[in-house]
């Protein structure tokens, strides 16, 4: 149980283009799910938190209109990179933690962006 | 906000010794502490937890310990094997509702010779 899947694990688009990723909690109800950037032999960095049925929560530095999070069911998020540049190439991991029970957050297996 | 402090950044051992990683939080109110395991290109996995009640836990080859005077928790891994090579991410948070969120530690890279 509590399995969080992630989709597309790779994906490479072109420079300008927006690209979507989504994130689902396949066998339970997810109200909050998590979105995190990560650099090579970095650390994780949450980028927002995003509420079922409201906007999404962003930490300082992370521009709302850049990375968009759409939460429209209890068990889909998405994140979409707009007018992606290289910049932008990293991998984003989304987690979600189960309704009800406020502890354990349980991870997607990631997407590796490449902007070219 | 929580700062959650991981050491060594990367630690190298001999299959079948025994590995520690060390993190240290600075906010008294975390009552969560999560330890994840995050293979190369894959999510992190989380492999055991410690809640501020408890100073101990154990699961198989792999335990934590935590001492909430001195803020620091740790993670040991007894009788390591290849398969243990990875990076290891402590984190802290305030587990009272769903909206709170996990400090990460800066991760542990290691690597387990056969």
């Known amino acids: 149980g509590a399995v969080v899947s992630q989709h597309p694990s790779r994906v490479i688009c072109k420079s300008g283009t927006s690209v979507k990723i989504e994130c689902r909690s396949l066998?339970?109800?997810?109200?909050?799910m998590f979105w995190y950037r990560q650099f090579p032999k970095k650390s994780l960095m949450l980028m927002a938190t995003?509420?079922?049925?409201?906007?999404?929560?962003?930490e300082q530095g992370v521009e709302k209109d850049k990375f968009l999070i759409n939460h429209a069911s209890l068990t889909l998020s998405t994140l979409t990179v707009t007018s992606a540049h290289p910049e932008d190439s990293s991998f984003y991991i989304c987690?979600?933690?189960?309704?009800?029970?406020?502890?354990?957050?349980?991870f997607g297996q990631g997407t590796r962006l490449t902007v070219v | 906000g929580e700062n959650v402090e991981q050491h060594p950044s990367t630690l190298s051992v001999q299959e079948g010794d025994s590995a520690v990683i060390k993190c240290t939080y600075s906010?008294?109110?975390?009552?969560?502490f999560p330890w994840y395991k995050q293979e190369l290109g894959k999510g992190p996995q989380l492999i055991i937890d410690?809640?501020?009640?408890?100073g101990e836990k154990k699961d198989q080859r792999i335990a934590v310990t935590l001492n909430k005077t001195a803020k620091h928790f740790s993670l040991h891994i007894t009788e390591t094997q290849p398969e243990d090579s990875a990076v290891y991410f402590c984190?802290?948070?305030?587990?009272?509702?769903?909206?709170?969120?996990?400090?990460f530690g800066g991760g542990t890279r290691v690597l387990v010779k056969p």
């Open positions: 987690s979600a933690k189960i309704q009800g029970r406020g502890t354990e957050a349980f």
């Open positions: 995003s509420n079922e049925g409201s906007k999404a929560t962003y």
């Open positions: 984190a802290a948070s305030m587990a009272k509702a769903a909206g709170n969120k996990l400090t």
């Open positions: 906010d008294s109110a975390s009552n969560y």
């Open positions: 066998d339970f109800q997810a109200t909050t």
């Open positions: 410690i809640r501020s009640n408890v």
